[in-house]
């Protein structure tokens, strides 16, 4: 992967040490990026159970409030396309940096306006849409950052390290947010994922290595936006094996939306779980998830990044159906709930290292911000919807009927996988030239 190099005479702006000689474990830049990655994901995962505790059981939201939420939540992942494309034009570390100061100013000012009495919902969809924003440069700019920092043959291993960190999140910070939801409430737990941020901004400013300058295309001249965006759009939706990928992640991030939409208020409200109750069962994805993780690369070179994404999905769609018939009594609400989130939480990282590998490998070096830009785009496209038609149908027909639907829907990306070249694959493909 030679296209990263730059000229012989501009010796600061030359390629980094990938660590290849030495693994990942000699690689510090790698190492330091994982660190502050994990940092923002835990401060993510704090986010994720407090902001919506924050308007259910804190502004007593709505169904539809929550689908507005929700969609507000996902309407930035129309964005991937333009930041991925920018970032193939710009050095994607002080983007990372940017976005993680941004999120913490956004996150601060949630426990600072509820001490004071002025926390509304309509805040709450501001501060929503700009932590979607900046966590979507950060997630395009680490992807795109990482082929720089380790060679190819490491991506599957780093990107399961990433994982394993995506997944200790999962499994403490619900912990963390449980207990200060007990102690205080789901506002001040959001100081936490704001501090998080901030550390991650400062631990990522220590990489000291000099990110190599975007390679120009072509002639040399500055490539125009559509273009780009264009190419990688065009990358995605003509490439066999991304194609299917794109479809199947595109139909589950949709209504899996829907239900993620409704599920805390459904908790809350339906099944009348304590808010600390709630953070706990969200910590069973994340001991799922820690596991899954783990075993991601072990998998990946068992099985294969194929089969090993079929099985997950197999195992992991049907899960979400046994949320609309969880009984009211406590306990057994309880212990379905935390096994659906043990089983999904398991699955969901080692077919996310699986298919994310296969993508970066398959895409070429001065590509990589705008494919995956361009997968993120589409395959998140439609979110935002999903989240508003669930909270607007809930309003009518009532929250489990809704999580029934979406359930079933979530069956189509299994036949989606199957019917494609994805089983085939037993190992990580050749880059397309």
């Not at 964005?79 to 940096?97: S, T």
């Not at 912990?175 to 936490?192: E, K, S, T």
């Not at 899960?319 to 659906?340: C, G, K, Y």
């Amino acid at each position: 992967m030679d296209s990263r190099t730059a000229p012989a005479e501009a010796p600061e702006q030359a390629a980094p040490d990938k660590g290849a000689d030495r693994g990942l474990r000699g690689n510090r830049d790698f190492l330091k990026l994982w660190s502050g990655e994990s940092l923002a994901m835990l401060g993510s995962e704090v986010t994720v159970v407090a902001l919506p505790l924050v308007a259910v059981v804190l502004l007593a939201a709505t169904p539809s409030e929550m689908g507005i939420l929700g969609a507000v939540l996902r309407l930035p992942a129309l964005l991937y396309l333009v930041v991925g494309v920018w970032l193939d034009r710009v050095r994607r570390r002080p983007v990372m940096i940017g976005a993680d100061l941004g999120r913490f100013v956004l996150l601060l000012s949630i426990p600072l306006l509820f001490l004071t009495d002025q926390l509304a919902m309509g805040w709450l969809y501001v501060v929503a849409f700009g932590v979607a924003v900046m966590g979507i440069a950060f997630d395009v700019a680490y992807q795109a950052y990482l082929p720089s920092l380790v060679t190819r043959e490491h991506l599957g291993e780093a990107n399961g390290k990433l994982s394993i960190s995506h997944s200790v999140a999962q499994l403490g910070a619900p912990a963390l947010a449980a207990a200060l939801i007990a102690r205080f409430n789901a506002a001040v737990a959001l100081l936490v994922g704001s501090i998080t941020c901030l550390i991650s901004a400062v631990n990522l400013a220590t990489i000291r290595t000099p990110e190599p300058r975007p390679v120009p295309e072509g002639d040399g001249s500055r490539p125009r936006l559509l273009p780009m965006i264009t190419a990688g759009l065009r990358y995605v939706v003509r490439q066999p094996i991304l194609r299917p990928m794109v479809i199947s992640t595109g139909i589950f991030v949709t209504f899996w939306s829907g239900i993620q939409t409704l599920y805390i208020l459904f908790l809350v409200q339906d099944l009348k779980l304590p808010s600390g109750v709630v953070a706990l069962i969200f910590a069973a994805g994340g001991a799922g998830a820690v596991v899954g993780a783990t075993l991601s690369i072990p998998a990946l070179r068992r099985f294969g990044p194929g089969r090993t994404a079929i099985w997950c999905t197999v195992v992991c769609n049907p899960a979400f159906l046994l949320i609309p018939f969880t009984p009211r009594s406590f306990w057994p609400a309880v212990v379905l709930l935390t096994l659906v989130q043990f089983a999904t939480g398991l699955t969901m990282p080692m077919s996310s290292v699986s298919m994310g590998s296969v993508r970066m490998a398959l895409t070429p070096d001065n590509m990589q911000g705008r494919v995956a830009s361009a997968f993120r785009g589409l395959s998140l496209g439609l979110a935002p919807l999903g989240a508003f038609a669930a909270g607007a149908a809930a309003e009518v027909w009532g929250i489990r009927p809704v999580l029934v639907v979406f359930g079933l829907c979530l069956i189509v990306p299994i036949f989606v996988y199957l019917f494609s070249p994805i089983p085939g694959l037993r190992t990580l493909p050749e880059p397309a030239e």
